[in-house]
């Protein structure tokens, strides 16, 4: 199974052990796991050392999991993203990312990131379809899933809780499948 792909600005690659410092310190802020995974579980350095070790032990597809530190050749890490929730019987799987800090979101990093991922799933891991769940707070996160030519799938209404604010909120569903990506446009332009 391929764990990295390079592009122009950014490198992915599988997290490891020495990752755990980096990723607990985007864990620990609100602001980081408010967009990307909310209730994240409150975790030690050593714990998440121990879990990224215990998951180099398997492969990611037994797993149905695969985490990517996201490299910038000059910034160095700055976010992950997620093959999660991955079938081998149906060939899909559920599409998260995240940037670290509010000044890399918005400057075409999420748009490399989420090309690198694409080209991972449907031309390495052969899938029929990736999908992502977004909360409705999160219209950036929703503008560019809907620009790489995801279809909104529907609302699951106050499908999640945020223990923070406690309080529901609904979830986008998107997807996109092998024959979509390869027919479109916008993504052949990139």
């Given at each position: 199974m391929v764990l990295y792909n390079q592009g122009h600005n950014l490198r992915l690659r599988q997290t490891i052990p020495e990752d755990a410092s980096i990723l607990l310190n985007a864990y620990q802020d609100e602001s980081f796991t408010r967009l990307y995974r909310s209730n994240t579980k409150e975790q030690t350095e050593k714990q998440l050392a121990k879990m990224?070790?215990?998951?180099?032990?398997?492969?990611?597809?037994?797993?149905g999991f695969i985490?990517?530190?996201?490299?910038?050749?000059?910034?160095?890490?700055i976010g992950v993203a997620l093959l999660t929730d991955y079938s081998s019987l149906h060939k899909r799987a559920e599409y998260l990312i995240g940037l670290f800090n509010?000044?890399?979101?918005?400057?075409?990093?999420?748009?490399?990131?989420t090309?690198?991922?694409?080209d991972l799933a449907f031309n390495s891991y052969k899938l029929n379809r990736i999908y992502t769940y977004v909360y409705e707070y999160n219209e950036c996160s929703e503008k560019n899933t809907e620009k790489f030519g995801f279809k909104r799938e529907g609302i699951l209404e106050k499908h999640h809780y945020l223990q923070h604010e406690e309080r529901f909120v609904n979830l986008y569903i998107n997807g996109m499948t092998e024959a979509h990506?390869?027919?479109?446009?916008k993504?052949?332009?990139?």
């Amino acid at each position: 199974m391929v764990l990295y792909n390079q592009g122009h600005n950014l490198r992915l690659r599988q997290t490891i052990p020495e990752d755990a410092s980096i990723l607990l310190n985007a864990y620990q802020d609100e602001s980081f796991t408010r967009l990307y995974r909310s209730n994240t579980k409150e975790q030690t350095e050593k714990q998440l050392a121990k879990m990224l070790a215990d998951r180099l032990e398997h492969n990611p597809a037994e797993l149905g999991f695969i985490e990517y530190l996201v490299e910038h050749k000059w910034h160095g890490p700055i976010g992950v993203a997620l093959l999660t929730d991955y079938s081998s019987l149906h060939k899909r799987a559920e599409y998260l990312i995240g940037l670290f800090n509010q000044k890399h979101r918005s400057v075409g990093y999420g748009t490399e990131t989420t090309l690198l991922i694409l080209d991972l799933a449907f031309n390495s891991y052969k899938l029929n379809r990736i999908y992502t769940y977004v909360y409705e707070y999160n219209e950036c996160s929703e503008k560019n899933t809907e620009k790489f030519g995801f279809k909104r799938e529907g609302i699951l209404e106050k499908h999640h809780y945020l223990q923070h604010e406690e309080r529901f909120v609904n979830l986008y569903i998107n997807g996109m499948t092998e024959a979509h990506f390869r027919s479109n446009e916008k993504i052949r332009r990139y």
